[in-house]
């Protein structure tokens, strides 16, 4: 079974500073892997797609990176900013003939930035 | 109108009642999904549906029942619930039908609930 695990588990950091959040997979056969945003008592907001065959993506300040072989992704957050602050979920979807739809989320990274 | 839109967006229950959450994606999509996020651990997939058709239901117990009319429309009715049952249920949709990832995945806001 596909496990995820994200580190750290938490983040706090001054206001400006470039950040870098760890997903990692034991399993190497996905199809994609999607970095999603949770505010508090709020739904999941996706932020980036990889799609297996590739290695980044990039959105404005965010940057994600995906080692298919080593099982392991970065999100790169430069110049971050307070309302950066949230849950940060990484998830994965197994390889074709897998179940539609089925992603395997780690437990997420809670970052905060502070003025 | 959001993308995917939840209602409602908390619910208290007792073990014998009867309630339905609803779930309504405007995106076009073809696939739908509901997932449990409760707080002890990761995001769980519950149920598929890929044009209104389930494909997957992974080891739910029956209290909870999905429904999907069309397309657009996702229901979870649940009946009665235990306590372990509270948590957060969020409803998603993707583009994509068949097997495979179905694409990216948008999410709603949750309903949050709450079983005394």
């Known amino acids: 079974k596909q496990e995820v695990t994200q580190i750290p588990a938490a983040l706090s950091v001054p206001e400006g500073e470039n950040l870098v959040l760890n997903c990692s997979f034991t399993d190497s056969a996905i199809y994609n892997l999607q970095w999603f945003r949770q505010d508090p008592g709020k739904g999941l907001t996706s932020l980036l797609l990889i799609q297996s065959s590739q290695r980044e993506q990039t959105s404005g300040r965010l940057n994600a990176s995906l080692d298919k072989s080593s099982g392991r992704s970065t999100l790169y957050i430069a110049a971050s900013q307070p309302g950066d602050s949230a849950t940060y979920l990484c998830?994965?979807?197994?390889?074709?003939?897998?179940?539609?739809?089925?992603?395997?989320f780690g437990r997420g990274t809670q970052l905060t930035v502070w003025p | 109108e959001t993308g995917v839109t939840q209602t409602p967006r908390h619910l208290v229950m007792g073990m014998t009642n009867k309630k339905s959450l609803k779930c309504e994606q405007h995106?076009?999509?073809?696939?739908m999904y509901w997932y449990k996020q409760s707080a002890k651990k990761p995001l769980e997939l519950m149920f598929v549906?890929?044009?209104?058709?389930?494909?997957e239901n992974n080891s739910v117990p029956s209290r909870f029942s999905p429904e999907c009319p069309n397309s657009s429309h996702l229901f979870l009715h649940l009946h009665t619930l235990q306590p372990e049952d509270s948590a957060l249920y969020l409803c998603?949709?993707?583009?994509?039908?068949?097997?495979?990832?179905?694409?990216?995945?948008?999410f709603g806001e949750g309903s949050r609930l709450t079983v005394l």
């Open positions: 995106l076009g999509h073809n696939a």
């Open positions: 998830a994965v979807s197994a390889d074709r003939g897998s179940t539609l739809g089925r992603l395997y």
């Open positions: 998603a949709s993707s583009p994509g039908t068949g097997t495979g990832a179905g694409g990216e995945l948008f």
């Open positions: 549906y890929s044009l209104e058709e389930r494909v």
